[in-house]
Structures are given as structure tokens and as C-alpha cells.
């Protein structure tokens, strides 16, 4: 017996064609290489037996001053602690600029017999859309109704619908009784709305309703009004028929103008005044009547008159919903969280009644609200704690605090050291703002020892202490390279890794793109219109980082990415890449091993309902699971049942090698010995070949194989001028690492 031995280098080469592979895998699934041998990776476990509602798109570990460990995540919905195995519901409640909740009060509610609805009635508009969040407290029961008081306060309800500015419909934990179809009736309380995070999903928007106003269309024109204008049919300074703005060059002689979420017609312009005019039209106002809206004195402006689709889906659009996303870091033992697009509130682990104690602007002590000098801005696209200087720093936020329609995607504002909410710049503190110049947005920012990284969708640039008078310094140090989505950037030991829409790079003091052995195969597939949902994760028991990603079509990630950056000694210059598919270990956020001994991470199920928080009439929220990695070797769900991780891994397409050349002989496999550094259980192993490179691969008529510990030789019939090699593991409580592949091959002639 001639024996002839395949070593395989490390990694997935999806770039060539299976021939030209040459001693590389082409395809796996839950495999990792370590020691650059193909492996089983390891399993996990459920860390709760309750699941999440939502999708879980970020999560921060963190310490008190007494050593207790916590876990925040952010989802779509909500903001939680994990700790010691539970989860506590802290997301914020709606609040004003100075910190005030905004709450409405119920003047009454009418159930209804048939069903467990409800409808709300408030005294003033509540601002309410399907889908909220929201709380009832001290409500008295309506009269005549079995529901009492107990039925209403102590639960969380989604909103199900809004008929009225002034109206919205619960659904209650129990259905009405009493006799008659309706039971109206005086009632009292207030309702609580939590603050809103965004979509559970990435997508693009589509007429009437998209943004501030539907539609959309490039450049247009902006000025300012010239007074304020009241909630109703008047304009400005007493006129029933004219608004007045700073300036009309440009408007067309009549047409629509976009203030706020309002649109306004107007017939003609006179001077700096456009003339017959007509206010909330196409149902923009908010009064419940034709009136309008109030909106003060230098209110931006729009020439809305060429936007498309009012009221219908626009044939394309270029405005893009993002995710509900969260901004989380720490502040010592005070959490900082911040909305995307949004406000920042903070929760104190060192407070007694921390775990039943809602993140606020105000309650913390370490107030973030507007007031006189001081207090955080109200619409920044991220956040994130120096950790060496001890600044809050604000990305893509307003130029003017407190003032949403200032919000600059380019700018960056920062706080006083050690006063994470003084922005105020003197003399006397380290306050100070920023604005970049190369690109349209900043997507995301991470820490990289003495750096603060910032992306924008083109460029990357480096933020970096400098002391008085300026505070940070910045350098662009990269362009064409910026980043795909907000948590698409990894740092470890210094260097930093992301996915941009153009190709994968890192940064070690120098921005260098990273050869990738799978590139086409993600890009020509990952949904890049919904890079905010992708994300990046670091485990550095095995050096890799994995990005999570959705696929084209996907709703959410479906799709994995991998680059071992410790085990990259392949004699390709591709590096060491492998792929994912497996439903079972796609990630939707990720922590590493620091805090905690294992990677925690979070798994979505859009078709499942979460247990936490218990959300009274819950619909379409989905359903989060939270594991804890590197755990056995299968997933343990929260109900303590088991499933079973599959693996495979496939070879290139080999040849038989001979003083002839590559290829120029049919080849004859008789036998093969197995050859495995681990094999716990059973593996199935396929042997395929073909005649001709364009030719599928056909399996040989004794395979699969089934190999085991005691396995020590494989006699096989195979005959072609090509073989391909596919190991795989479908057993629970299985594990294997593949060593080197040895058979008997011999010439078996050129026909």
C-alpha cells in the first residue's frame, strides 16, 4: 500500500474554485481551526429561563464598588440588568428636556365584554403610536366595570392602537364581565410611556410617514420662519392667510412647505410671505381638526413641494429607518446609556433600590437633563466613557443642546473631565466639540488603548488626548475604509478590526486592509442596506472575531464571518477565514471573556414570543435567548432541553500528484486511514470525486462513512481524477478535531 498524505492549512477559501483550493477547506459550519486543525467549536448554555422580548442589539459588563457584576443590554424595546441571574427592567420613561417625565393623566376608560380592550381617554394629547410601552398608575376602575383598580397599575402594556390624539386602546390582563356590550365610565390615572428606542429591524422607508414628513428628494431647500405660528387655521402675526420667512428665494411660486411634521399648502408668495395658505394638510395635523401645529419662532422650513408619495409608496426611496440601537459604557459604577438618535440617562448600581430603579436623566445622581449650564444633548447617534480621562463623548450630535432640529451627523461634542454632563466650554474645564469633514455620518467609535477610534461611512479617524487648550486631537488616518454599521468594529490588544462595505481592515497605528480567503462570498450575499444590525464580537479563548450579519432578503442576521487573527499562519496570503449558517449560532450582540470567565452572548427568534419583560397584549416583539459560550459541546435552551450542534467541513477538490503532473491521471482510492486529535462520538465522513474540474461532485458508492475512536482503517471504492473530503457531526454531546488525511491512492490510467 502506497500511502498518500493531505495537509490541510488552516481556514475556508470560498475565492477560487474547489480545484484551485489547493490544500484548503472550501465550506464548514460551526467549526473553528486551533493549532491549524479544523475543529468542533464549543457549546453553550441558556443563562435565564426566561427569554427577552425583542432583539437584543448591545450589551456592556461592568463592576460596582463592591465587586458585583452586571450585564446591561439594549433592545429594540427595552433597557436591562442582568444580575446574579435575573433580569431587571430599568428602561427609561419619556422624559422632557429638563428631565421631567412625560406623563398624561386618564380622565376615562370604556371596556368592552366582548374582548379584554380597552379604550384610554386623556385629557391632553398623548403622543402615543401602536407598538409603545408603557405603565398605568393610580387608576380607579371605570364605573360599572369588573375590572378594579388592581386590574390596571403593576403592568406593562403595548399600545394596540390609536384612533385619536386623545384615545389609545389597551389590551387589559382580564376581559370585561358585566353585563351590556360597553361599559363607559368616568375613571382617573396616569400613564407612564417608556422612552422609545426604534425598529427592530434596519429598512428603508416608503412614502406618507417616512422621517418627518414622507418622501424625499435631494438638496431641498431650507429657511427659517419669521414668527411663530399657533395651533390654528392663522399664520403669523395675526394673519389667517400668510406665513412669513426669512427668506422665499428659491421656493416655487406655490406648492408645500414641511415645518416640523406639519405640512403646510400655500397659493402664491408675497415677498418673504407665502399667501394662501393651509395648514395641517394631507392629514399632518395633530389636534384631532384641521388646525396645525404649534411651532415657535425660527422653526426650520422645507420646500416640500417636489417630495413624492403623499399618502402613497414613493417608487424608490433613499431614507433609511435605522434599528433601535444603544450607546452603553460605565462611568465608574454608574451606567451611561443613550438612544440612538436620542437622550442619554444613567442608572446607579450603588444606590440601594438600584434593581427596581428605572435609568433616568435626573435620578441617578449624575444628572444628564437640561438645566441652566448644564445637562447632556438630546439627539446623539453614540456615546461612549474615555476611560482614561473620563469624558463623556457625544457623536453625530447638536450643535446647539437641547435643539433636535441641530443634530449634525458629523459632530462631536465632549464633556468636562469628570463632569459627564457640563459641556459648557471655559476656560476653567476640558469641554469641548469637533466637527469632521470626510464623510456624511459618524457610524460608530470604539476605545483602542491611548486612542478613541471614530468611523464615518468613509474615513476613519483617530481621537487622542492632548491636555489644555484643545483637549483631544484628531487625525484622519484612513479613507475609503469607513465603517458598515455602529457595532462593526472590535478591538483587542490594541488593534481594531471592521467590516466596512467595501472589505474588512484593521488598525495597529496604520490602516491595512485585510486579505480575505471568503470576501466575495460575504459581500455578494450580506445585506449591506442593514449594516447597523451587523455585529462584531471578540473571543479571545480562540483569537477569533466573528461578524454576524443578515444574508439578502434577511430580515435579521443569519449569516457569520470569522477571522482567527492568533491563528493566522497559513502559507496563503488570504488568511485564516471561516463561515457560518447555522441558525443555531448566529449572535445578535456579543461580550467577551473579561468581567465575566465566558464570551455572554444574544440569539434571535423572530417567530417566538420573549417571557421578559411580561408585556400585556405583546405582539411581533420577538424573542432574545442570552447564552453563556464555550460551554459543552451543544446549546442548552432555557427550558433545560438540549440541541444538538451539527458541524461539517469540506476539502478542495484534490488530485492525484505524479512526475506527470497535477490531475493528468484518473486516481483509485482503495482505502483511507482516519487520522483525529480529538473524537468523542461519532463523525461521518463522504468521500466525492469528478472527472473534470466543471464536473459536480458525485458520491463514491460505499460512502458516508461512519468513523469512531476505534476507527483505524476506511477500505473504500473511489475512482476519478478529482476527490473532495466532508467531515461532519450531527451527535449530541460530540466533539472532534480532524488531524491530516491519508489514503491509498494509486494511477488508475488517463481514460
Known amino acids: 500500500m502506497s500511502l498518500f498524505e493531505l495537509q490541510f492549512n488552516p481556514g475556508v477559501d470560498k475565492q477560487t474554485t474547489p480545484v484551485g ?5 472550501i465550506n464548514s ?3 473553528r481551526f486551533r493549532y491549524g486543525l479544523p475543529e468542533k467549536v464549543g457549546g453553550w448554555q441558556s443563562l435565564l429561563t426566561d427569554t427577552i422580548c425583542g432583539v437584543a442589539r448591545q450589551q456592556h459588563a461592568f463592576v460596582d464598588l463592591q465587586g458585583n457584576r452586571y450585564v446591561a443590554i439594549g433592545t429594540d424595546k427595552f433597557l436591562l440588568i442582568y444580575f446574579e441571574g435575573q433580569l431587571h427592567d430599568i428602561t427609561p420613561f419619556k422624559s422632557n428636556n429638563a428631565g421631567a417625565l412625560t406623563t398624561f393623566t386618564i380622565n376615562s376608560i370604556v371596556t368592552n365584554n366582548s374582548n379584554k380592550n380597552a379604550t384610554f381617554t386623556t385629557t391632553t394629547n398623548h403622543g402615543l403610536s401602536v407598538g409603545d410601552m408603557l405603565t398605568l398608575t393610580s387608576v380607579t376602575a371605570a364605573t360599572n366595570s369588573s375590572t378594579t383598580a388592581a386590574g390596571y397599575d403593576g403592568f406593562l402594556y403595548q399600545v394596540q392602537s390609536v384612533p385619536t390624539p386623545t384615545t389609545f386602546i389597551l389590551t387589559l390582563t382580564q376581559q370585561e364581565t358585566n353585563a351590556g356590550a360597553v361599559i363607559p365610565g368616568s375613571a382617573s390615572g396616569t400613564v407612564n410611556p417608556y422612552d422609545i428606542v426604534g425598529p427592530a429591524n434596519q429598512t428603508y422607508g416608503y412614502g406618507f410617514g417616512v422621517g418627518n414628513f414622507g418622501g424625499t428628494v435631494s438638496s431641498a431647500l431650507l429657511n427659517d420662519l419669521d414668527g411663530a405660528l399657533a395651533a390654528n387655521t392663522a399664520g403669523n402675526n395675526g394673519s389667517a392667510t400668510q406665513i412669513r420667512l426669512t427668506s422665499t428665494t428659491g421656493f416655487p411660486a406655490s406648492g408645500t412647505i414641511a415645518v416640523g411634521n406639519e405640512l403646510i399648502t400655500y397659493a402664491s408668495i408675497a415677498v418673504n410671505e407665502l399667501v394662501g395658505i393651509t395648514r395641517g394638510a394631507f392629514g399632518t395635523a395633530t389636534t384631532g381638526t384641521s388646525n396645525g401645529q404649534v411651532h415657535n419662532d425660527g422653526a426650520i422650513v422645507t420646500n416640500a413641494t417636489d417630495f413624492s408619495g403623499w399618502g402613497e409608496a414613493v417608487e424608490a426611496s433613499t431614507v433609511t429607518l435605522e434599528p433601535g440601537l444603544w450607546s452603553l459604557s460605565n462611568f465608574g459604577q454608574v451606567l451611561v446609556a443613550t438612544i440612538a438618535n436620542g437622550k442619554t440617562f444613567t442608572w446607579n448600581a450603588g444606590i440601594s433600590a438600584r434593581l427596581s430603579t428605572h435609568a433616568s436623566t435626573t435620578t441617578s445622581g449624575f444628572e444628564t437633563a ?18 482614561t480621562t473620563r469624558h463623556l463623548i457625544h457623536f453625530g450630535t447638536e450643535t446647539d443642546i437641547g435643539d433636535t432640529s441641530t443634530q449634525d451627523n458629523m459632530f462631536i461634542r465632549f464633556s468636562d473631565q469628570e463632569g459627564i454632563n457640563r459641556y459648557t466650554i471655559e476656560a476653567t474645564n476640558t469641554a469641548g466639540s469637533q466637527r469632521l469633514q470626510d464623510g456624511t455620518k459618524i457610524i460608530g467609535s470604539i476605545v483602542a488603548k491611548e486612542n478613541i477610534l471614530v468611523w464615518t461611512d468613509n474615513a476613519l479617524y483617530t481621537m487622542k488626548f492632548v491636555g489644555a487648550p484643545f483637549t483631544f486631537g484628531f487625525e484622519q488616518v484612513g479613507t475609503n475604509c469607513g465603517l458598515i454599521g455602529k457595532n462593526a468594529a472590535i478591538e483587542i490588544d490594541g488593534v481594531a478590526y471592521w467590516m466596512s462595505n467595501n472589505g474588512f481592515f484593521a488598525f495597529d497605528g496604520t490602516v491595512n486592509s485585510l486579505p480575505c480567503s471568503v470576501e466575495d462570498y460575504v459581500y455578494d450575499d450580506c445585506a449591506t442596506t442593514k449594516g447597523q444590525q451587523i455585529n462584531a464580537g471578540i473571543n479571545n479563548l480562540f483569537t477569533e472575531v466573528t461578524w454576524w450579519y443578515p444574508s439578502a432578503g434577511a430580515d435579521f442576521n443569519d449569516r457569520s464571518v470569522t477571522y482567527n487573527y492568533g491563528q493566522n499562519n497559513t502559507p496563503t496570503p488570504m488568511g485564516n477565514w471561516y463561515t457560518g ?8 450582540a456579543w461580550i467577551d471573556s473579561l468581567i465575566y470567565p ?5 440569539a434571535f427568534k423572530n417567530n417566538n414570543t420573549g417571557t421578559f419583560p411580561a408585556v400585556v397584549g405583546e405582539s411581533g416583539l420577538g424573542q432574545t435567548l442570552f447564552f453563556e459560550h464555550e460551554v459543552g459541546t451543544d446549546q442548552i435552551n432555557p427550558d433545560g432541553t438540549t440541541t444538538t450542534l451539527t458541524s461539517f467541513i469540506e476539502s478542495f477538490d484534490f488530485a492525484l500528484q505524479t512526475d506527470q503532473g497535477i490531475g493528468e491521471y484518473f486516481l483509485a482510492m482503495r482505502r483511507f486511514l482516519p487520522n483525529f486529535k480529538v473524537l468523542t462520538g461519532d463523525v461521518t465522513v463522504t468521500i466525492s470525486v469528478a472527472d473534470y474540474p466543471a464536473d459536480p461532485n458525485t458520491v463514491t458508492t460505499l460512502s458516508p462513512f461512519i468513523i469512531n475512536s476505534s476507527t483505524t482503517k476506511v477500505d473504500t471504492r473511489a475512482r476519478g481524477r478529482y476527490a473532495a473530503l466532508k467531515i461532519e457531526n450531527t451527535g449530541s454531546g460530540q466533539s472532534w478535531r480532524f488531524g491530516t488525511f491519508q489514503a491509498d491512492l494509486q494511477p488508475d490510467g488517463r481514460r
Open 21 to 25: 483550493a489547493i490544500n484548503r477547506w
Open 29 to 31: 459550519d460551526n467549526v
Open 370 to 387: 437640561i438645566a441652566t449650564g448644564v445637562g447632556n444633548p438630546t439627539a446623539s447617534r453614540l456615546t461612549l466613557i474615555s476611560p
Open 581 to 588: 449558517v447555522n441558525e443555531n449560532s448566529i449572535r445578535t
Open 598 to 602: 465566558k464570551p455572554y452572548a444574544t
